[in-house]
């Protein structure tokens, strides 16, 4: 699935929050301040805690994210596969940006593989986008 401009846009400008879901079907919730688009299908962030979020990427990679402007009554959720990245270049440019930017190094960088999009505006909420 192929992120337009606009969503790119939104995911750097507006906070964006994680839900994943355990093998016992725990759910868990967070933000994550670092999310980012890293190509045009593709969505990434850092992994700092190494907490329930991350137990449960390690478990079954499934997760959906949630992106939300209250002021313009628009957003996008976006679901996808992940893949954990411990080493090589995606992994050693966030170890980089975190030193240059004085920010805490990630343990882990997941990567996500986004499959779908929906809509979070009131017009077309829950409804996919078909790009």
């Known amino acids: 699935m192929k992120l337009t401009e606009e969503m790119k846009d939104f995911v750097d400008h507006n906070l964006c929050f994680v839900a994943t879901e355990s093998d016992e079907g725990k759910l868990d919730l967070g933000p994550k301040m ?12 850092f992994e ?13 990679g499934k997760i959906c994210i949630a992106s939300a402007n209250l002021a313009e009554k628009k957003g996008f959720r976006f679901y996808g596969r992940v893949v954990l990245h411990r080493e090589g270049k995606i992994f050693d440019d966030a170890i980089a940006y975190a030193e240059e930017h004085g920010i805490k190094k990630p343990t882990v960088v997941p990567v996500i593989e ?3 999009i929906q809509y979070l505006d009131p017009a077309r909420a829950g409804k996919n986008y078909e790009g």
């Open 48 to 60: 700092r805690t190494a907490g329930q979020t991350y137990r449960n990427l390690e478990a079954n």
């Open 114 to 116: 986004v499959t779908e």
């Open 34 to 45: 670092s999310m980012r688009v890293l190509d045009d299908s593709h969505l990434m962030y």
